[in-house]
């Protein structure tokens, strides 16, 4: 092949890098020389991936940043320009779900009452805080580093959409929604942002298991039924690895690789999109 993986001296935002996943992407942006930018409000975790990068020669700057807060973020661009340079790739990681925006059951019942945690005992912040944090925490991010992006080659955002967005799972109606809204936004960017040079593309992870899904997918140590459930579906009968999102975040954010593939969502799931259950 007549290329290279190397991001040598390009400047890589990530937000909610503080997690597992967007951790271990920068962990491995680092390692083929991009200089990062580690984005989370969990400034203590973003510091602790930080310190591993520069601890294995890679460099890294950790900032507390909340993806919600639009004047926050200009004055973390004003840093990040300061102390790493204009954004070339903004990978924005930041997301998840809240237990106030799930429901107790995936069906409704006629003995449920309105009380209960159904459909009709969220609470409309809750709701919102969900939707906000997924759709409007990957737009004002975009808002604000991409104006550095505009005119300059290789420039690209990747946002981490989900297997919601292709088919709403049960409980989490919110986190579904605002999924699906990051996989539309994905490709009304890369069609806005067509004539200046700004590519846009997602990644879709299936299942894995990080800090924020542990406890619903594990009693201690044993599945729960939910967790059974996604390994019935998903042919390839596992959870996926972290590290197993790098090759195609990879591939999205090189110029080399993918300069002319564009508003595209890349399910990365171990066969459960493909699967319909028999």
Same mark, same amino acid.
């Given at each position: 092949?007549?290329?290279?993986?190397?991001? $040598?001296?390009?400047?890589?935002?990530v937000?909610?890098?503080?997690?597992?996943i967007?951790?271990?992407?920068?962990?491995?942006?680092?390692?083929?020389g991009?200089k990062?930018a580690?984005l989370?409000?969990?400034?203590?975790?973003?510091?602790?991936?930080?310190?591993?990068?520069?601890?294995?020669g890679?460099?890294?700057?950790?900032y507390?940043a909340?993806?919600?807060d639009k004047?926050?973020?200009?004055?973390?661009r004003?840093?990040v320009?300061?102390d790493?340079?204009?954004?070339?790739?903004?990978?924005?990681?930041?997301g998840?779900?809240?237990?106030k925006?799930? $429901?107790?059951?995936?069906?409704?019942?006629t003995?449920? $009452?309105?009380n209960?945690?159904?459909?009709?005992?969220l609470?409309?912040?809750?709701?919102?805080?969900?939707?906000n944090?997924?759709f409007?925490? $990957?737009?004002?991010p975009?808002q604000?580093?991409?104006?550095?992006?505009?005119?300059?080659?290789?420039?690209?955002i990747?946002?981490?959409?989900s297997m919601?967005?292709?088919?709403?799972?049960?409980?989490?109606?919110?986190y579904?929604?605002a999924?699906a809204a990051?996989?539309n936004?994905?490709?009304?960017l890369?069609?806005?942002?067509?004539?200046?040079?700004?590519?846009?593309?997602?990644?879709?992870?299936?299942?894995l298991?990080t800090?924020?899904?542990?406890?619903?997918?594990?009693?201690?140590?044993?599945?729960t039924?939910?967790?059974?459930?996604?390994?019935?579906?998903?042919?390839?009968?596992?959870?996926?690895e972290?590290?197993?999102?790098?090759?195609?975040?990879?591939?999205?954010?090189?110029?080399?690789?993918?300069?002319?593939?564009n508003?595209v969502?890349?399910p990365?799931d171990?066969?459960?999109?493909?699967?319909?259950?028999?």
């Amino acid at each position: 092949m007549p290329f290279n993986i190397d991001f $040598t001296d390009k400047v890589i935002v990530v937000t909610g890098a503080g997690g597992v996943i967007c951790a271990k992407i920068s962990q491995e942006f680092a390692k083929k020389g991009a200089k990062v930018a580690l984005l989370d409000i969990n400034e203590e975790a973003a510091q602790n991936n930080a310190n591993q990068i520069n601890e294995d020669g890679g460099i890294a700057i950790a900032y507390k940043a909340n993806v919600l807060d639009k004047e926050n973020l200009e004055e973390v661009r004003k840093c990040v320009l300061r102390d790493l340079g204009k954004v070339d790739i903004l990978i924005n990681g930041a997301g998840g779900n809240n237990p106030k925006a799930t $429901t107790e059951n995936e069906f409704h019942e006629t003995y449920l $009452t309105e009380n209960s945690t159904s459909i009709f005992g969220l609470e409309k912040n809750s709701i919102e805080f969900v939707f906000n944090l997924n759709f409007l925490g $990957t737009l004002l991010p975009i808002q604000v580093f991409a104006k550095d992006m505009i005119g300059r080659k290789g420039t690209n955002i990747i946002n981490i959409s989900s297997m919601n967005a292709y088919t709403p799972l049960t409980k989490i109606p919110a986190y579904s929604g605002a999924k699906a809204a990051v996989s539309n936004l994905t490709q009304w960017l890369a069609v806005h942002f067509s004539h200046v040079g700004i590519r846009c593309n997602a990644i879709a992870p299936g299942f894995l298991v990080t800090n924020q899904n542990r406890n619903l997918l594990f009693n201690g140590e044993i599945p729960t039924e939910r967790a059974k459930k996604i390994l019935r579906n998903t042919p390839m009968g596992r959870f996926g690895e972290a590290d197993e999102l790098v090759g195609a975040t990879f591939f999205l954010a090189s110029e080399n690789l993918a300069s002319f593939v564009n508003g595209v969502i890349i399910p990365i799931d171990g066969g459960f999109n493909a699967y319909s259950g028999v």
